[in-house]
């Protein structure tokens, strides 16, 4: 059985850090693009940032930049993402997916296979 779990999410104030995780099992984790996508009250699902568990490339949207990093950890099927320099605006639910290509920055919600249940994120200002 494929299953994605998020953890991490939580409180924070503005100008916080917090570090996601996300437990990836019952695929083969190599052979994967894990993506970052969040949702806020009232908002599309967006795409925040994506790695190649194959070779390690990295993407991010604009507005994280320079603020999230993405890194995987192919021992343990798992991919974080350390968020830095919070703002309130990237208050979220935030979810992993997995897409069954192994390259290549994907930022759209059909491009993903399999979904975790999401995290919340909440950042006060």
């Known amino acids: 059985e494929v299953q994605l779990v998020e953890s991490g999410g939580g409180l924070v104030q503005a100008g916080g850090s917090l570090r996601l995780s996300c437990a990836a099992s019952g695929f083969t984790f190599d052979d994967y693009v894990i993506g970052w996508f969040r949702q806020a009250p009232g908002k599309e699902r967006e795409g925040v940032s994506c790695i190649s568990s194959s070779d390690g490339s990295t993407d991010y949207v604009d507005s994280v930049k320079g603020r999230f990093t993405i890194s995987s950890d192919n021992a343990k099927n798992t991919v974080y993402l350390q968020m830095n320099s919070l703002k309130p605006e990237d208050t979220a639910v935030y979810y992993c997916?997995?897409?069954?290509?192994?390259?290549?920055?994907?930022?759209?919600?059909?491009?993903?296979?399999?979904w975790g249940q999401g995290t919340q994120v909440t950042v006060s200002s």
């Open positions: 997916a997995a897409a069954g290509t192994p390259y290549g920055s994907k930022w759209q919600e059909y491009e993903y296979d399999y």
